[in-house]
């Protein structure tokens, strides 16, 4: 049987401690909701990734755009203007630039949102009491563990410095 062991801290360090000691002992941590971003847990939320996916989106934009470019000049419909050579590339390379840079900030946006990991609407953890207290300044921490081994979660939160704890059955 499976249960969640929650615990509310009012300060970020025993909220740490408490992280800390129960993913090194291996335990999954299934939620944890702040009431800002801790700068002790590495890069913000979301921004894994943002940057590779602006220069890879806004190149592959720009080199598409380069190639339709080339492709309808040279090939699709050559036309001779002024004894001009029909592959004139510094005349094709205004628009590919201003493109990939918005390809790219699309492209980085889109990864920001798909990283997030934002909520639905409305979600289950919000029936969960806790989240009142999330919202209002503390720092909630939710560990799966199972049944038998529910009391040494709530002891190693209760021991980090947890204010209020409790187990979820399903």
Not at 52 to 80: D, H, K, Q, R, T
Request: aromatic share 10%; net charge negative.
């Amino acid at each position: 049987m499976t249960a969640l062991a929650l615990a509310c801290f009012e300060d970020e360090g025993p909220y740490l401690r408490a992280r800390v000691r129960l993913v090194a002992d291996g335990r999954r941590v299934v939620g944890e909701w702040l009431p800002y971003a801790a700068e002790s847990l590495g890069e913000g939320v979301g921004r894994a990734g943002v940057r590779a996916a602006v220069i890879w989106v806004g190149l592959a934009g720009a080199i598409a755009l380069f190639a339709l470019e080339v492709w309808s000049a040279v090939w699709a419909y050559p036309f001779n203007e002024g004894g001009r050579p029909l592959f004139s590339w510094p005349a094709f390379l205004v628009a590919p630039v201003e493109v990939g840079a918005l390809a790219g900030a699309i492209g980085g946006v889109a990864m920001l949102f798909r990283n997030a990991g934002l909520t639905k609407l409305h979600h289950h953890a919000f029936d969960i009491d806790e989240m009142l207290r999330a919202s209002q300044g503390a720092f909630v921490l939710a560990i799966a563990c199972d049944a038998q081994d529910a009391t040494t979660v709530l002891g190693i939160m209760a021991q980090a410095g947890a204010t209020h704890s409790r187990l979820v059955t399903s």
